[in-house]
């Protein structure tokens, strides 16, 4: 019985996926206007997408995403820095 038990589970992690940076969602709270991009990534870890603007400023991108046979779940939130590197905006997060 244990031995398929344990079959069971190791099929059902086998199917699970996560891609992207796993970000603490508390940690978006955390965010102040004016940090650095190395104290935001500090705290977020690396982001997966930088988009660059004509002006110099730019917005850093987090995504998580995970998946299972049991169904998906994704996030993602968007940093905006204004061309002196400094966070220009704090960005509201809806509840999950």
């Known amino acids: 019985m244990r031995k398929n038990l344990a079959i069971a589970a190791a099929l059902m992690l086998a199917g699970c996926v ?3 940076t796993n970000y603490d969602v508390a940690s978006v709270d955390r965010l102040q206007v004016g940090m650095t991009k190395a104290q935001v990534i ?3 870890g690396q982001p997966n997408q930088v988009i ?3 002006d110099g400023s730019e917005r850093l991108v987090w995504v ?3 998946g299972s046979m049991f169904g998906a779940n994704a996030r993602s939130v968007g940093v905006p820095f204004g ?3 400094r966070l220009a905006d704090v960005p ?3 509840p999950q």
Do not use: K, R, V, Y
Request: proline share 6%; glycine share 16%; no cysteine.
């Open 83 to 85: 061309p002196d590197g």
């Open 52 to 54: 660059t603007n004509a």
């Open 18 to 20: 996560s891609m992207g």
């Open 64 to 66: 998580h995403s995970t």
């Open 42 to 44: 500090g705290l977020l």
């Open 92 to 94: 509201q997060l809806s």
